[in-house]
Each structure stands twice: as C-alpha cells, then as structure tokens.
C-alpha cells in the first residue's frame, strides 16, 4: 500500500511538496485507481466519495502547575516551626477519614500554620473527630 498523494505525484497530477486539499482532478484519480483496486494507506472510499481515513491524533500531554502544600527548606528560610505536629485528621460521622498537610484557611502547612485556632475545614460536614498527628 502506498500513500495517495505519492500515488498522484508519480501520475504527474499533484506536484511534490505541496500541501492541502486534493483537486477534483485529484479526486476522481484517486477514486478510478480505488475502483481499480489500487489500495493507499490514508485514503479510501466512503460512500462513493474520497475520504481521508482517520489517523489517531498523537497524544498530548499537558504539564499542570500545581500549588504545593508542603513548604520548601523552612530552615533556610530562617523560619522556626510553630507545633510539632505536621498533619491534621478529620473523621466525619460517615467514618470517611481526611488527612491534610495545610490549614485551609491560611494555605500554611500545619507546622508553620501561625492561626490561633486550627479547626477543621468548612467543607467538611458532621465532624466526629478532629485531631493533629
């Protein structure tokens, strides 16, 4: 199988290098030489029309900035930490157990957190039990 637009190229109907859409002129060779039984990689007929066959798209990754919770050599920042503890864990009266590494009201990790009162987050409804770990 080859690929249609070299196909076109050795007819001498499509120069080499270009780039597009196909004439009808190209079209209706490409469709006489599918009829004839001639087979291309990225071409085919659908329906009595020429038709490009789909190629899956190659995959994209997309690099996602996230902010951390964790605060980056807090020694070298000069900063002393506040409590012992580094976590804290919520238990909601489902049984569902949450642990956070950050107060959600100041976005400081629990060991810099610098709030008088550190209490469980607004989000979460029905707290059983609450605790620094």
Same mark, same amino acid.
């Given at each position: ?42 071409? !085919?007929? *659908? ?20 902010? =951390? =919770?964790?605060?980056?050599?807090? *020694? ?29 009201? #100041? ?5 810099? #957190?610098? #709030?008088? =009162?550190? !209490? ?14």
């Amino acid at each position: 199988m080859t690929k249609a637009r070299e196909y076109l190229i050795e007819k001498g109907i499509v120069e080499a290098g270009s780039r597009g859409r196909l004439s009808l002129e190209a079209q209706l060779t490409l469709k006489l030489a599918i009829l004839e039984g001639v087979r291309f990689d990225d071409y !085919n007929l *659908v329906d009595g029309k020429v038709t490009k066959m789909d190629v899956p798209a190659p995959v994209k990754l997309k690099a996602v900035k996230t902010k =951390s =919770s964790v605060m980056q050599a807090p *020694v070298a920042m000069g900063r002393k930490p506040v409590r012992d503890k580094t976590q804290m864990r919520i238990v909601d009266k489902q049984g569902i157990s949450t642990t956070l590494d950050y107060h959600p009201d #100041c976005g400081q990790s629990i060991q810099f #957190c610098r #709030c008088t =009162s550190l !209490n469980a987050p607004s989000w979460i409804i029905d707290v059983e039990k609450f605790e620094l770990i």
